[in-house]
C-alpha cells in the first residue's frame, strides 16, 4: 500500500509539472495494481487485511485497495479499533499515525482525532505531558525506554499533530493545484468543545493569520492574508 501511495504522489507530480503521459501511465499502473493488492491480503473471513490493527485497515482505505462495496465495513472496523479496542488510543507508529491523522482529516473524521489527542493515558500525547515531557518523544512509551536507544526530543510522532492543527483547526490550507501558498484555502475545523484557535504561517508570498473563537452561538473568525 505504501508503494501505491507513493506511485500516487508520483501522478500529481507529473500533473503538475504538466507531464500527462507519465501522470496517465501511473494511473493506469494504480488501476492495474490496487485489486491485485486486495487480492493477495485480504482476509475474506476476518474481513479485514492481515492484521486487525489500525494501520493494516486504514492504509488499503487510504490508498483504494478497499473494493467499494467493502469500505464502510474496513472503516467501521477501524474506528472500532480505536475507539473500543483501544479506547480512544492509538496503536501506530511514526508512519501510520502521520497518514491515520491526514485520513481521518480529510474524510471528514475531526470528531474521532479530537477523541484520540484527547487522551492522558498510555500510548497518547497527553500521557507524555502527564509525565512532565517538555520535548515529544521517539517512543510512546519513552518514560520507560532506554534513553541511550532512543530519544526523548523527537518529531516523528508530533508532526502529524502539528499539520491537523494548521490545515484543519485553524484551517489554513495551500491548494494543491497551484502549488506554493500562490493560492489558499481557508477551512477551518470547529470539532468538539475547542473554544478558539490561533495560528499563524509566513509562507513565500507574505503571512497567512487564522484565529477564531466561540462564544454560545457565536463564531468570530478573524483572518490576516
Known sequence: CYRLYLREQLAEMAEVLGRADQAKACRAELA????????????????????????????????????????ATIFNKLEAGIRVNRNGHLDTGMLGTYFLLNYLSETGHDDLIFTIVNQTTYPSWGYMVSKDATTVWE???????????????HVMLVGDLI?????????????????????????????????????????????IASDWAREGDTFRWRITI
Do not use: C
Open 163 to 207: 499539520i491537523w492543527y494548521y490545515e484543519y483547526l485553524a484551517g489554513i490550507r495551500p491548494d494543491p493545484d497551484q502549488p506554493g501558498f500562490k493560492h489558499i484555502v481557508m477551512k477551518p475545523h470547529l470539532v468538539g468543545d475547542l473554544t478558539g484557535v490561533k495560528a499563524t504561517h509566513r509562507s513565500p508570498h507574505g503571512l
Open 139 to 153: 517512543l510512546w512509551n519513552g518514560d520507560t525506554a532506554d534513553p541511550a536507544m532512543n530519544s526523548g526530543n
Open 32 to 71: 492495474r495494481l490496487r485489486p491485485l493488492v486486495h487480492a493477495a491480503f485480504y482476509d475474506t473471513g476476518r474481513k479485514l487485511y492481515v492484521l486487525d490493527e489500525q494501520s493494516y485497515l486504514l492504509m488499503p482505505l487510504m490508498t483504494s485497495v478497499v473494493p467499494e462495496e467493502l469500505r
